[in-house]
């Protein structure tokens, strides 16, 4: 390493501990869905599920597997920018193992991605901190367009906050498109703490430069776009999901429901958002008067379809990623 910072490690053991904690958080979600189904009616909730059809789960799934593949072709774009230049159907699986552990503390799942382009593609962990960045503002900028779209549902009286979802995308986005604000304030810690640590900074100042890579304005719009794409395809699982169950309800008020759950279970900070998504979706659904025997289900429904069953596509490509890192084959 060129710098100090740290650079994660992955082995066998460490990873048998983390398959721990996904297990965990499974028993933990199922208990708690399990206890929320009985306070809105037991055997209501197993009727709706029982309402979605083998043909429909297919769909459900397939449309997840559009989201996976759309917002993971942000990884393969914003590794062409920075020079990477590793194969497309070799970052899908370094993006998809990530997957497996989106649910375990501290982003590990995105280090994992960046250990792997180290190992299999002696790309500095450093270099890749940018894509650790880029990849959940694009998907925050992604959400929030759609939250913005999904207010025009509820009518006028909404315009205050079309404005200030508006006003934080067009600050984030001036902030990262001039390295200056960066560097200054780089500049400004190392002469507070980081004299002991020059070259953690000078990592610090070149991820900045990289990091204004990512976001021209047609890296950005591209990545942006990928991620709506993705994001929509479970909008669109969520809608059909409601409908199925007997609920009314219009695909531009899902849109908000889902995308506005989605950063508020984020800015939560617990691993996939558990608890705060859900939490959201359903306090949100019953707002709108959909009946808690159909909220409760659906959000079970659209939280395994994009949550859990991203976590076991990633166990699926772990063990294919893992060998690829012990042969060490570009």
Excluded at 159 to 177: D, E, H
Aim: proline fraction near 4%; include cysteine; hydrophobic fraction near 50%.
């Amino acid at each position: 390493m060129n710098s100090q910072v740290k650079e994660p490690k992955f082995n066998p053991k460490s990873i048998k501990k983390m398959e721990y904690t996904v297990v965990i958080s499974v028993l933990v979600f199922t208990a708690v869905f399990v206890a929320v189904s009985f306070y809105a009616g037991i055997e209501e909730v197993k009727e709706k599920l029982s309402l979605i059809s083998p043909s429909m789960w297919a769909i459900l799934l397939g449309l997840s597997l559009i989201n996976y593949m759309a917002r993971g072709m942000k990884w393969h774009i914003f590794g062409n920018q920075l020079g990477f230049n590793v194969p497309i159907k070799r970052m899908a699986i370094y993006y998809f193992s990530g997957m497996a552990l989106t649910v375990t503390p501290g982003k590990i799942g995105t280090a994992m991605r960046l250990w792997l382009l180290k190992k299999c593609h002696n790309i500095r962990y450093s270099k890749g901190l940018p894509l650790m960045i880029m990849d959940p503002l694009t998907d925050l900028a992604s959400l929030f367009l759609l939250c913005i779209m999904g207010l025009v549902s509820f009518g006028g009286g909404h315009t205050a906050s079309i404005i200030v979802f508006g006003v934080i995308i067009a600050t984030s986005l001036t902030i990262l498109n001039n390295p200056k604000w960066f560097l200054k304030i780089i500049k400004g810690l190392y002469a507070l703490f980081g004299k002991r640590k020059k070259r953690l900074f000078v990592a610090l100042q070149k991820m900045a430069r990289n990091i204004t890579k990512l976001v021209t304005p047609w890296v950005f719009s591209q990545t942006v776009f990928f991620s709506m794409m993705g994001w929509g395809a479970s909008i669109l699982a969520f809608y059909l999901t409601i409908q199925n169950m007997g609920g009314e309800i219009t695909f531009l008020e899902t849109m908000f429901i889902f995308s506005f759950a989605t950063i508020i279970g984020g800015a939560s900070m617990t691993p996939g958002g558990l608890g705060g998504t859900e939490a959201s979706m359903i306090l949100l659904l019953i707002t709108l008067g959909i009946p808690k025997e159909v909220a409760i289900p659906a959000t079970i429904v659209i939280r395994f379809t994009t949550l859990w069953f991203g976590v076991f596509v990633g166990f699926c490509n772990l063990p294919f990623a893992l060998k690829l890192a012990k042969n060490k084959n570009p």
